[in-house]
């Protein structure tokens, strides 16, 4: 089975810690001062996200990634991460590069489908980085392999619920746990008579 792989080599990325900045407002309701808190992108944070998408969109085509339109398909996100001092702790950095390769467009629709594994954590002053590979996971919804899911199909199709569209199939299917399954068994399992 060819598997799609996709190699990418990030800057590192801008911790949460200065992701975001609060800025401070005031807004008059009923001629009184409201005092307000918005959220914005720090510079830093914004050159990331160009820089990186770049990156992303360069590989992509070069790579001939395949980008999927299924919303529930799930990727493996494996990062190893070089950085430039032994302070830096990678569980901070996850947000922005996430967000960056979903606005980027190119791999997958949302960071929902995303499945981050940090894979090392080393240290390289003079050439800090995040190497990536991102591909699709080996699980769909609650089966653990493609093989579950076709063995639980394929008792499916001899059920009157199968040709209504199951909700209890749809819903394995997005990962979603329900008492209608248990053991890989459909408790609402009612065969087609044959007449």
Known sequence: MCINILKLISPIPVSVNHFLKPRA????????????????????AKKYKKDFIKIIKEQVKK?????????????YVDC???????????NNTYKLMLDSITESE??????????????????????????????????????????????????CITCK???NNCSILAKACEGRITEDIVDFVCGSFKEIKVK
């Open 25 to 44: 407002f005031i807004i008059y309701k009923n001629g009184k001062p409201v005092p307000q808190v918005t959220m914005y992108e720090t510079a830093e």
């Open 63 to 75: 790579q001939n990634w395949i980008k999927s339109d299924n919303k529930f398909q799930k990727y």
């Open 106 to 155: 190119s791999i997958w629709l949302d960071d929902v489908q995303a499945c981050e594994r940090t894979q090392g954590i080393f240290y390289d002053s003079s050439n800090p980085r995040v190497q990536i590979e991102i591909h699709p996971v080996d699980f769909i919804g609650i089966f653990p392999t493609v093989e579950h899911l076709d063995k639980f199909k394929s008792k």
């Open 161 to 163: 619920r199968y040709k």
């Open 80 to 90: 190893t991460f070089f950085f430039p001092r032994i302070d830096m702790d990678s």
